[in-house]
């Protein structure tokens, strides 16, 4: 299954909203997780079943989508949160495959 | 608190060899699956192998397989990553992963660097 996100690169101010998308070549339902990177940090998931947080993460976070269109939207964008976020599916694996990324960088 | 810390990487010629290993602490290691995922140079997380409690249930992305092993040792709390008849393209930061509900990596360590050079 491909996973395709999109943009690759967006650039938002401090306290703006955020939103990133991410499409599955194939229905997964709800089978997608959300991760953060930030540089020189390992990666963190945020959200699992496409819309659940998970332990610890801030309800800016929010996301949402079943079988191929999703969104991870990020209300309130804070200096923290300017980093890569991957999708990655999970129904149908081996390969369990990310997204290749949104960048969201300042503006 | 759970950690995890790889070590082993290092710079090696195409078509060597190298192991990574991870050891873990802050939860009962033998009792969740783990995974290894990388990320290349200016790419992207790929995922590469996960493993289950035992040993009984392995997999691999098509890219690795036949040439790298995953393993554990539970009494060590210890995860491998045997890479054999590496290539260039496998040059990358390898994380080792604790894995929960649906088998997601909700734990990382630090990574380790692998660079597959001439």
């Known amino acids: ?107 | 608190e759970v950690q995890l810390v790889e070590s082993g990487g290092g710079m090696v010629q195409p078509g060597g060899s190298l192991r990574l290993s991870c050891v873990a602490s802050g939860f009962t290691f033998s009792s969740y699956w783990m995974s290894w995922v990388r990320q290349a140079p200016g790419k992207g997380l790929e995922w590469v192998a996960n493993v289950n409690h035992d040993e009984s249930e392995k997999y691999y992305v098509d890219s690795v397989r036949g040439r790298f092993t995953i393993s554990r040792d539970n009494a060590k709390n210890s995860l491998y990553l045997q890479m054999d008849r590496l290539r260039a393209d496998d040059t990358a930061v390898y994380y080792c992963a604790k894995c929960e509900y649906q088998l997601l990596e909700n734990a990382w360590g630090q990574g380790a660097q692998v660079t597959v050079s001439s």
């Open chain 1, 1 to 107: 299954i491909v996973m395709t996100q999109s943009p690759v690169t967006l650039s938002v101010s401090p306290g703006e909203r955020a939103t990133l998308s991410c499409r599955a070549s194939q229905s997964i339902s709800n089978n997608l997780a959300w991760f953060q990177h930030k540089p020189g940090q390992s990666p963190r998931l945020l959200i699992y079943d496409a819309s659940t947080r998970a332990a610890g993460v801030p309800d800016r976070f929010s996301a949402y989508g079943s079988g191929t269109e999703f969104a991870l939207t990020i209300s309130g964008l804070q200096s923290e949160d300017f980093a890569v976020y991957y999708c990655q599916q999970y129904l149908k694996w081996p390969p369990r495959t990310f997204g290749q990324g949104t960048k969201v960088v300042f503006k």
